[in-house]
């Protein structure tokens, strides 16, 4: 994840480069290091580097990393004649790479010859049939293709060997969301939540699912880690604060005509209303009456 220094740090000296101020190189490697897709910009500053024979001479052994960072960048771009010199050059330098290889595939992916990027993959998946990067790229390829039952199924079988790739359990939640299996998707949150407890974005996620799901249960599990939610953005996220209101009235809706000792207690709902209400005089106080209307409609 990109901090804020590193992205002031990279928007810095993007202007600085756009502006000809130079670092050129710079501002590439911060790109490939933070794994940012500024594809347009890495395109157009690097071939600015890889066409002047000096600056190329100077860059070493990197001059062919950053052939590849333009080859991925053209493809993105949907410049493939770029791309395919590129990729020409690197396998005149790596006849036998596997990493050239999986350039080609993405080549193949760009032009949209699935059946022979599929036959590319696979071949290198004989060699190596844990090449993580090849592995993702069938990810890729089929949701590309809108195969989401298939990217389903590669994510799967990926995750059954590289468990801990939080990124991949991240994906598979979303699509698991896009097509409404929002139990397989809280299965995937569970995941995340035990791997990397204190990022709030997972505990907020995994509630809005559970909030989804709806029943009872699924509802006082959502409000607690709604709560565990606010407790890690220090009180100042305000999906996790309405999540409190919608779950706490939603539970009151199931509870009505139960023993006092079953229904939920307000308390919880009065201190995120008034959060809300702080956070929206602070920073959008013409939306306060919307606000208030809406808690007002929230039965408790």
């Given at each position: 994840?990109?901090?804020?220094t590193?992205e002031t740090e ?14 050129a190189?710079?501002y590439?490697?911060?790109v490939r290091?933070?794994?940012?897709r500024?594809?347009?910009k890495?395109?157009k500053?690097g071939?600015?580097?890889l066409?002047?024979p000096?600056k190329?001479?100077n860059?070493g ?8 960072q ?8 949907q ?6 010199d590129?990729i020409k050059?690197?396998q005149?330098?790596f006849?036998?790479s596997?990493?050239?290889g999986?350039l080609e595939?993405?080549l ?15 071949s290198?998946?004989e ?21 989401m039952?298939?990217a ?5 079988k990926y995750l059954?060997?590289?468990?801990a790739?939080?990124?991949a ?8 969301v896009s097509l ?5 998707a809280?299965?995937?949150?569970e995941?995340?939540i035990?791997?990397q407890?204190?990022?709030p974005?997972y505990h907020?996620a995994?509630a809005?699912v ?7 249960e699924n509802?006082?599990t959502?409000k ?17 604060l309405?999540?409190?209101?919608l779950?706490?009235?939603a539970?009151g809706q199931?509870t ?5 000792e079953?229904?939920e207690?307000?308390?919880?709902h ?6 809300l209400?702080?956070?929206?005089k602070?920073?959008a106080p013409?939306k306060?009456p919307?606000?208030?209307?809406a808690l007002?409609?929230l039965?408790i």
């Amino acid at each position: 994840m990109v901090t804020k220094t590193e992205e002031t740090e990279l928007n810095r000296l993007e202007i600085q480069v756009d502006n000809g101020g130079g670092g050129a190189w710079e501002y590439l490697c911060l790109v490939r290091k933070l794994k940012v897709r500024r594809s347009d910009k890495v395109l157009k500053h690097g071939l600015s580097i890889l066409n002047d024979p000096k600056k190329r001479s100077n860059l070493g052994p990197e001059e062919w990393t950053l052939y590849e960072q333009v080859a991925v960048a053209a493809m993105d771009c949907q410049c493939l004649d770029v791309a395919k010199d590129c990729i020409k050059v690197l396998q005149k330098r790596f006849p036998e790479s596997k990493r050239v290889g999986r350039l080609e595939g993405m080549l193949l992916e760009s032009k949209g010859s699935w059946a022979e990027a599929e036959k590319a993959y696979s071949s290198l998946l004989e060699e190596n049939p844990f090449d993580q990067v090849v592995l993702k790229r069938r990810v890729a390829m089929a949701k590309a293709q809108g195969n989401m039952s298939g990217a389903i199924e590669w994510l799967n079988k990926y995750l059954e060997t590289f468990m801990a790739d939080h990124d991949a359990w991240r994906e598979l939640a979303e699509i698991y969301v896009s097509l409404q299996m929002y139990k397989q998707a809280a299965y995937c949150y569970e995941e995340l939540i035990l791997s990397q407890p204190t990022l709030p974005l997972y505990h907020l996620a995994y509630a809005e699912v559970l909030y989804t799901l709806g029943g009872l249960e699924n509802l006082q599990t959502a409000k607690k880690y709604y709560a565990s939610t606010i407790d890690l953005t220090g009180g100042k996220n305000t999906r996790a604060l309405f999540g409190i209101c919608l779950c706490t009235s939603a539970i009151g809706q199931l509870t009505k005509g139960r023993n006092k000792e079953e229904k939920e207690s307000p308390e919880l709902h009065s201190l995120a209303a008034t959060a809300l209400e702080k956070i929206y005089k602070q920073r959008a106080p013409t939306k306060l009456p919307l606000l208030n209307s809406a808690l007002k409609g929230l039965k408790i």
